[in-house]
């Protein structure tokens, strides 16, 4: 099983419908993330959080909202989706060392493909 | 953030060392590169990360000359399965209160048989 899992892996919606896409990890973790990935432009930080009562916006965070909602999930929504959310939707999870510092090893899932039509 | 500059794409034979080196003229300090490699439909994968010099492991090298601003990273005798998007990155992993990593676009290695 892979330690990181996106549900889901695939989907389909309309416009204006809200969408939830999770994600769970058992590496035990504290940090985690939610990329977007679009054709040509790389990956883009959308939130990420450092604990279960931290949130942080990323680079492009407008029209999506996260939730830590234990050490081990991390959901990311859509309240209104819109055509140009259509992305691959990656989660990460980073950890420290030994010293309490971040490692800078991201660990990814497999990805979930949304579509806004 | 340091920017970095890597070529868009790249073609190699099998059993070809490849080299893909990537410019960050603004590196500071502090900061650390980093690649990661990327199959169609998943997830990136860490593969190295440096400071300077020269580090290595089971599945690539990473080159890092003294002024730190680009690096090298060869891949000995690639295979079909080394065809990847690979990504430089390039910041402080060991700063806190913030992510530092962030993605370019990437250069697309081709492996020909």
């Known amino acids: 099983d892979a330690d990181v899992t996106q549900t889901p892996r695939n989907r389909i919606t309309k416009t204006g419908k809200r969408i939830m896409l999770e994600c769970s990890q058992t590496?035990?973790?504290?940090?985690m993330y939610w990329y977007r990935q679009d054709p040509g432009l790389g990956l883009r930080l959308i939130y990420y959080s450092f604990d279960v009562k931290d949130i942080n916006k990323g680079e492009i965070s407008d029209g999506y909202s996260v939730s830590r909602q234990a050490q081990a999930k991390f959901s990311l929504s859509l309240e209104s989706a819109i055509p140009n959310q259509t992305a691959l939707y990656f989660c990460?999870?980073?950890?420290?060392?030994?010293?309490?510092?971040?490692?800078?090893?991201?660990?990814f899932g497999e990805g979930s493909r949304l579509t806004v039509l | 953030l340091a920017k970095t500059t890597q070529p868009i794409s790249m073609d190699s034979y099998e059993g070809q060392e490849v080299n893909i080196t990537c410019s960050h003229n603004?590196?500071?300090?502090?900061?650390?590169i980093t690649w990661y490699q990327q199959f169609p439909s998943q997830g990136p994968r860490f593969i190295i990360q440096g400071y300077k010099t020269k580090v290595t492991n089971e599945v690539a090298s990473l080159f890092i000359p003294a002024d730190r601003k680009s690096s090298t990273l060869s891949l000995p005798r690639v295979s079909l399965s080394d065809t990847a998007v690979y990504y430089c990155?390039?910041?402080?992993?060991?700063?806190?209160?913030?992510?530092?990593?962030?993605f370019g676009t990437g250069t697309r290695l081709t492996v020909i048989p």
């Open positions: 990155l390039v910041g402080d992993p060991y700063q806190t209160g913030a992510n530092n990593l962030f």
């Open positions: 990460a999870t980073s950890d420290l060392d030994d010293r309490g510092l971040n490692t800078g090893e991201l660990f």
């Open positions: 603004n590196i500071a300090t502090n900061d650390y």
């Open positions: 590496k035990g973790h504290d940090r």
